[in-house]
Structure formats: C-alpha cells, structure tokens
C-alpha cells in the first residue's frame, strides 16, 4: 500500500538550531540531548547531522554505543549513568561520561576499579537521583580517592519550565555542593537555559530547544526567535465529502455539521503517531492556511473542514505540524501534552524522509517567508 502520510526531518533546520545555541552561548559547552530516539528524530540521524556538536547526552548505554559503532568520537555523557554494574566497564572501555546519582552506582564504582569520567548528581528538589549536597561533597572525594576523573557536577531541575516557580531553592542547594567543591557544573536543561544564565556553567544539555520545542509554550517570550521546525509531520488528502447541516462524521459522531460543509478526509491517524486526543478545533495546514480538524481521529484517517477550500482535492497534501506557521507545541498544546510525546511516539510504520544538509554548513537565511492569506480562522 502506498503511505499517505510521513515524517520529514530537516536536518539544516537541526544544525541551524545547534548553531543559533551555540552563538547565544559561546561560553558554555552545547550538549545536544538525543535520548529516547534523539526525541523521536532518530539518534544515528541527529547525532550524525551535528559532527561539531560539544557533546551528546542520553540515557541507555545501547545508544552510546550505537554512537561509537557509528564513528562518533564526541563526547558522550550517560545521563542517568550505569544501570547495573557491567555497565561501568562498557563506559570506561568506550570513553563515556558517566553521571554518579545513587549510593548503589557508588558501590559499583569501588567495584569495578576503572577510571571514568563522573558527574556527581546533586538532588535539587526532583527527588527521583541524586545526592544531597553534603553527600555529594563526600562522594566527590572518595571518587576521586578511586582515581576516577571528577569533571563535575550535575544537576537537573525539577520545575524548569514553570515561570511561576523560582529557581532560588534548587539553585542553593545546587551551589552549596558547586561552592564547596569549586568545581565545574552542568544544570541547565532548555528552559533553565533561556530562563537564567546563572545555571548555564561548564555546559547546557539542550534536548526540546533543537527540536523546536518551546519548553513554555504557548509563553513566547523567552523563545529564542529563529529557530526552525525540525520534524513535519504531512499526509495526503484521500477523499473529499459534503456534509449536510445536521450530518455528523466519524466515530461517535463526534462532530456534527451546523451549515453544509465540504470534508477533506486526511490519510494519517493515531496509527502513524497523530495523537488520538486532538480534539474537534485542532488546525491543520493547507495550501499555508489553517484549517480545523473535525471529529475523532481514526487509526488511518482523519477529517478537515475544507469549505473555504473548494480548489483543494484528492492527493494534496497536508501538513499535520511542525511548519513555522503550526509548531508541534501547538498541536501538544490543544492535546494537553507537550511536544516531545508527540515525537516519540510516531509510529514505526510512518515513513521518514530527510531533508539533508546543503553542502556548505551556512547558517540557513534569516528570511522571513511572507504570511500567506487565509480565511479567518483562530
Ligand atoms: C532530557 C534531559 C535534558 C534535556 O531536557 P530538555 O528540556 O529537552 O532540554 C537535560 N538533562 C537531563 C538530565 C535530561 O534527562
């Protein structure tokens, strides 16, 4: 069968947004963060797209690895450090940086006798890994006593991307460890970035920031402007229908016509990754205008209002999000997630294509692509 929806990854969109970090951060080192399927873009494809990047950063040892098997020699840092203790000797054997957060990976290190390079965890208010601060000054020294290499400390804050919350409380105890120490550290995640220089230290770990994603959508204000959608999620249209005033479509006849309409129906459901709960409202693109999504979305199907949009037929395609005009955060938005579920959770039979790199590795144009106009709608 043929697909009538993909995935397209622009990977100059991703190393447009790795370098637009790097400028707004030129004391700091930039990790890029590509756990979970580098957010859903696929790790091989992101990390070998960012040959200059400081560093990666992800959770299983499986991942790391696939970077070396694939040549990456960049540093590489396991955020949540060994699982169990057989780990360790993998990350020494490939040179990967391992974060400390618990008193059982402790008792493995004084095992296993190799010298990696440790960030001691601090616990600032996440309460999941960690150490309290006065630990983690205990734990840096007896590190260090087993010859390991202390690179520094690391911290990941609980409340981030919540303006209303302050930093204050987790920053403290964050520096009593920092101060006593006087070492290096690394706390910012893409919120803490935007919002407080003060925690950007030796390096960042930006994972949602590359991907687009606005950690406080839909606040715009602390957004770094120019950055480009990476992922674009597009379908075709299979079928085109009327609806009469009183006529209702899909399952549970969730929507129900108030004027004759005319229906586009979309081929992309919740079965290539197009999250179910969007509800009735939801917008979709096309032709660059915004038309709203109408009814449940199917496993296969979904369907669009397309009476402002006579010309619009069978085989033109949609854009579902990731344009400049509908970011991924909006669709999460009206979902009551956030973007990154959405991008982890495309399904692995929707294809993906790639939109490579130019040859030269120039930042993308700052060209603004004038608005199109549309009918009134949101
Ligand atoms: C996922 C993760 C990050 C990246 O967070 P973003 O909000 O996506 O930038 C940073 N640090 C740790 C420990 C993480 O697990």
């Not at 129906?265 to 409202?281: E, L, N, T, W």
């Not at 991924?328 to 956030?338: M, P, Q, S, V, Y």
């Not at 993906?352 to 709608?377: F, G, N």
């Amino acid at each position: 069968m043929t697909r009538t929806a993909y995935a397209e990854i622009n990977l100059h969109a991703l190393r447009h947004n790795y370098a637009l970090a790097k400028r707004q951060l030129p004391h700091t080192h930039v990790w890029a963060v590509v756990k979970s399927n580098g957010y859903g873009h696929g790790l091989l494809r992101v990390a070998q797209a960012l040959p200059e990047a400081d560093g990666f950063a992800l959770i299983n040892l499986e991942d790391a690895l696939a970077l070396r098997h694939a040549g990456i020699q960049s540093r590489i840092l396991l955020l949540e450090g060994a699982i169990e203790a057989r780990e360790l000797e993998e990350a020494a054997a490939w040179q990967l940086d391992v974060v400390l957060r618990s008193e059982h990976q402790l008792q493995w290190l004084r095992a296993c006798g190799q010298r990696l390079r440790v960030w001691v965890k601090v616990n600032t208010g996440m309460n999941r890994f960690g150490f309290v601060p006065e630990r983690a000054i205990e734990v840096v020294n007896e590190v260090r006593a087993l010859g390991c290499e202390v690179a520094g400390l690391m911290t990941h804050f609980a409340c981030a991307d919540d303006l209303a919350i302050k930093l204050d409380a987790p920053w403290q105890r964050f520096m009593q460890a920092v101060d006593a120490t006087g070492l290096p550290f690394t706390a910012a995640n893409s919120a803490a970035t935007l919002r407080a220089g003060f925690t950007h230290g030796a390096a960042v770990r930006l994972g949602g920031l590359l991907y687009n994603n606005n950690p406080f959508y839909p606040d715009t204000s602390l957004w770094l402007q120019g950055l480009r959608p990476v992922m674009r999620f597009a379908a075709r249209i299979v079928h085109t229908s009327e609806l009469q005033a009183g006529e209702s479509i899909g399952y549970g006849a969730a929507y129900t016509a108030e004027r004759p309409m005319r229906i586009g129906i979309v081929g992309a459901g919740y079965g290539d990754g197009y999250p179910r709960a969007a509800p009735s409202g939801t917008p979709v693109l096309v032709n660059g205008c915004r038309v709203p999504l109408l009814g449940r979305v199917a496993m296969n199907v979904l369907a669009i209002d397309l009476s402002q949009h006579p010309q619009v037929d069978i085989g033109d395609e949609v854009t579902l999000w990731g344009d400049p005009a509908l970011p991924c955060d909006e669709i999460a938005w009206r979902c009551g997630t956030i973007s990154e579920e959405l991008q982890c959770a495309l399904t692995s039979r929707l294809p993906i294509r790639q939109i490579v790199a130019d040859k030269t590795l120039s930042p993308l144009p700052d060209e603004q692509t004038p608005p199109v106009e549309c009918a009134a709608y949101l």
